[in-house]
């Protein structure tokens, strides 16, 4: 079975502007989350998607927002750029939502806001 | 403070050497998983525990989970360079389906040959 893929891996935006990434579960799998990592704060929530609804949001203004597709796929977007927006970007698939189950990591998006 | 410590942040061992890991959360567990991330990529997963006692291996690295102590330990025998790494701990918070996940900020480790 093939991974958890993000895209784009890399990627450099000035303040202001707006992103969207992109990430596609593990075949199968239905839910999918999203978490920011920087070295200060470490990995934090931003929300999970299951069967195309929001389950699940962490603590992030409402710049962040994601949408998940009935394919499972899922996109997150964030607008109006901040420089403290600069972090790697982690999305995680499993078959469950909510549930005491594995989390599968995708290798992550870059961003670097200039 | 963090809700989940790890200690210690970082480690330096010599090739051969074991090491442990431990994590410790301010809130009652139901359910610890560890990670490794190499830098700036995503995590892989090791293990998770459940339940309180619980033990787990995967080839040398060993995981165990004090419910008691609202904490958990993760060792390594006789390391080796493809051990480096960070390691990240992530705790459930709550019981049932919603899920509450909150992650260490990781041990940071170095392997010397």
């Known amino acids: 079975k093939a991974g958890v893929t993000q895209t784009p891996r890399y990627l450099i935006k000035t303040r202001g502007q707006q992103v969207t990434l992109s990430c596609s579960p593990i075949?199968?799998?239905?839910?999918v989350s999203w978490y920011q990592q920087t070295p200060g704060q470490g990995l934090q929530f931003l929300f999970e998607?299951?069967?195309?609804?929001?389950?699940n949001k962490g603590n992030f203004p409402g710049r962040f927002s994601g949408r998940q597709f009935s394919n499972s796929r899922s996109e997150m977007n964030v607008s109006t750029l901040e420089l403290g927006d600069s972090a790697l970007y982690l999305c995680?698939?499993?078959?469950?939502?909510?549930?005491?189950?594995?989390?599968?990591f995708g290798p992550g998006t870059r961003l670097t806001v200039l | 403070s963090q809700e989940l410590e790890q200690s210690p942040q970082s480690l330096i061992v010599q090739e051969g050497k074991n090491l442990t890991i431990n994590c410790t959360s301010s809130?009652?567990?139901?359910?610890l998983y560890w990670y490794k991330q190499k830098y700036g990529e995503g995590l892989i997963f090791l293990m998770m525990l459940q339940k309180g006692g619980e033990e787990k291996s995967h080839e040398k690295i060993t995981a165990k989970l004090d419910e008691k102590k609202q904490q958990s330990s993760l060792h390594i025998t006789a390391s080796q360079p493809s051990h480096a790494g960070i390691y990240l701990c992530?705790?459930?918070?709550?019981?049932?389906?919603?899920?509450?996940?909150?992650w260490g900020l990781g041990t940071s480790l170095a392997v010397n040959p």
């Open positions: 995680a698939s499993s078959s469950l939502a909510g549930g005491p189950d594995t989390q599968y």
């Open positions: 998607y299951f069967s195309e609804t929001q389950r």
């Open positions: 809130k009652t567990l139901y359910g």
């Open positions: 992530g705790a459930v918070l709550n019981a049932g389906n919603n899920r509450k996940l909150i």
């Open positions: 075949s199968g799998h239905r839910s």
